[in-house]
């Protein structure tokens, strides 16, 4: 597999789904705003998401991958299909019987992310925690339809097609925006507006999980139907599944505590959505990417005895990784008022909650680098099939981001969660990188250590140039999107041009290298 490319043909769809999930944040913003009845519906669609990261895209399959791209290469694909049958029925029983417990026991375990929302309601108007639990009702079974969509996209990526894996998650953000700019004409009242929009979330679900299904046979690929039985090939599954769910585990659930606390006080769920939302485009752009062509290429690598293929491919995602996280992790850190202010501040969304969302974005940039080398460090194990280490490590991380974020939610303000995570996040990948160092499962080599510190002075200096240029450039907004987007877009292909200009004078990046990349297997 081309690294390079692999993550190309990811990071291209990644980047049109995470566009249009901007633009539906835009939407959101525009009509809900950072209101009670927001902080309702985020903290709703954030259970069954949270869930879906931990059984689904953490656990299963950090486990899956390797087992199943370990049949391909041993037993052929005859016995790979059963293996991939086998595992999605244990899955789907699974996540079933977990997604049927929360639709009964919801308006008492929506405590756990949501126990700060107002039991009150007001004249006229649904008490917040009981539209989170309503809301909360019908997007649970996302969670069904996500874990077998994550199956699904395992079985597609290990087989190296990438395309159709990449593409579904538009699907949601088309049926949102849908929603949003119809219903938004039709209803006048926001309760109503929510409902629609967690509707959507199933609708989008069932289109997901669908088109799946159509590229694994339009690929030929077998997926036999099996009743769940605990085979071996099962077994040897939960047993790698156990510490990559404990460790998604302990990580998500801390982040639910951290949404909780953040629900004790009006509008910060709000807040961090919406500063969370921005800094997941490039998170997901390149670090998820990176981290979906990561494991495949590094399992093929280590199962072939490639040792020293699977360190340059190791070196050569922690670059590539760099060029595009550095800098715009800096470009969030410098100017998140004027991308706050422009993208969202219009409508129900006001200057006051620019100024605080912009506090808490500037904390995830502080922890965007750290986010995306999590998605290059952690596949290192995986591939190894060791899912433990990263456990134990996520078990520490989590402890230090609620410790610490606590801590600063009643010292500093609500910004100190996003502060926290960031903290944790850096702690996570100290260690991960100082076990695989020790071990030497990763060296840096010379071109790597060559480049790292001129691809941060490249991006320093696009951030200094962006600092002067930002407050400036917002004295011109003028509340619309006519107005404010063609600046955005001018700001940003400034500092783009800008950073292109430095790392090419600095050598930090060689246009040969890529080209090679496209051309040639990173193994």
């Known amino acids: 597999m081309r690294l390079l490319k692999s993550t190309a043909i990811i990071g291209s769809w990644t980047l049109v789904s995470r566009l249009l999930g901007l633009i539906r944040d835009i939407l959101m913003a525009k009509y809900l705003g950072a209101s009670l009845v927001n902080d309702a519906l985020v903290t709703a669609v954030k259970l069954p998401n949270l869930f879906r990261r931990m059984f689904a895209e953490g656990a299963f399959n950090a486990a899956f991958v390797p087992l199943y791209a370990r049949r391909i290469e041993e037993e052929g694909?005859?016995?790979?299909?059963?293996?991939?049958?086998?595992?999605?029925?244990?899955?789907?029983?699974?996540?079933?019987?977990?997604?049927?417990?929360?639709?009964?026991?919801?308006?008492?375990?929506?405590?756990?992310?949501?126990?700060?929302?107002?039991?009150?309601a007001e004249a006229g108007m649904t008490a917040p925690y009981d539209l989170a639990v309503l809301y909360a009702r019908i997007t649970m079974p996302y969670l069904l339809l996500m874990s077998l969509a994550a199956l699904f996209s395992g079985v597609l990526n290990t087989r190296g097609y990438f395309a159709a894996a990449a593409f579904v998650p538009i699907l949601l953000n088309i049926v949102l925006i849908g929603i949003l700019a119809i219903a938004s004409r039709l209803v006048?009242?926001?309760?109503?507006l929510a409902l629609y929009i967690s509707i959507g979330w199933i609708v989008s679900g069932i289109l997901q999980a669908g088109l799946l299904i159509w590229a694994i046979r339009k690929a030929g690929i077998k997926l036999p139907l099996f009743r769940p039985r605990l085979t071996p090939g099962v077994k040897r599954l939960v047993t790698l599944g156990i510490p990559g769910l404990i460790s998604a585990g302990i990580t998500h659930i801390n982040l639910m505590v951290s949404?909780?606390?953040?629900?004790?006080?009006?509008?910060?769920?709000?807040?961090?959505?919406?500063?969370?939302?921005?800094?997941?485009?490039?998170?997901?752009?390149?670090?998820?990417?990176?981290?979906v062509a990561l494991l495949p290429s590094l399992s093929r690598s280590l199962r072939a005895g490639?040792?020293?293929?699977?360190?340059?491919s190791m070196n050569r995602a922690t670059e590539i990784?760099?060029?595009?996280?550095?800098?715009?992790?800096?470009?969030?850190?410098?100017?998140?008022?004027?991308?706050?202010a422009g993208l969202f501040e219009r409508g129900l969304f006001k200057a006051e909650d620019t100024v605080q969302a912009a506090k808490a974005l500037r904390m995830f940039a502080f922890g965007l680098p750290a986010f995306v080398m999590l998605k290059v460090l952690t596949p290192a194990f995986f591939a190894r099939e060791n899912t433990k280490t990263p456990m134990i490590f996520a078990g520490m991380s989590a402890v230090i981001n609620l410790v610490v974020g606590a801590s600063l939610f009643f010292t500093i303000g609500f910004y100190g969660l996003a502060l926290g995570t960031s903290i944790a996040a850096w702690a996570n990948v100290i260690c991960l990188s100082v076990?695989?160092?020790?071990?030497?499962?990763f060296v840096l080599d010379k071109r790597l250590m060559t480049r790292l510190p001129r691809i941060l002075l490249a991006s320093l200096l696009m951030g200094i140039a962006l600092f002067y240029i930002a407050p400036k450039a917002r004295a011109f907004f003028q509340n619309s999107i006519l107005i404010d987007y063609p600046i955005l877009i001018l700001v940003s292909a400034i500092g783009l041009a800008l950073y292109a200009l430095a790392a090419?004078?600095?050598?930090?990046?060689?246009?040969?290298d890529i080209r090679d990349a496209l051309k040639k297997k990173a193994s």
Request: zero cysteines; aromatic letters at 8%.
């Open 306 to 312: 490639d040792d020293s293929g699977a360190m340059v």
């Open 188 to 192: 006048d009242n926001l309760e109503t």
């Open 321 to 340: 990784s760099a060029v595009l996280t550095l800098p715009a992790a800096i470009a969030l850190a410098v100017m998140p008022e004027f991308l706050i």
């Open 435 to 441: 076990i695989l160092m020790r071990d030497k499962l």
């Open 77 to 120: 694909d005859d016995a790979a299909a059963n293996f991939a049958g086998q595992a999605m029925a244990a899955l789907f029983l699974m996540v079933a019987f977990i997604t049927i417990v929360f639709q009964i026991t919801m308006p008492w375990s929506l405590n756990m992310i949501g126990f700060g929302l107002d039991r009150t």
């Open 259 to 291: 949404h909780s606390i953040a629900t004790t006080m009006d509008s910060a769920a709000s807040w961090l959505y919406y500063s969370d939302r921005l800094y997941q485009l490039p998170l997901g752009m390149i670090g998820i990417a990176m981290g």
């Open 504 to 512: 090419t004078l600095l050598r930090a990046v060689d246009m040969n």
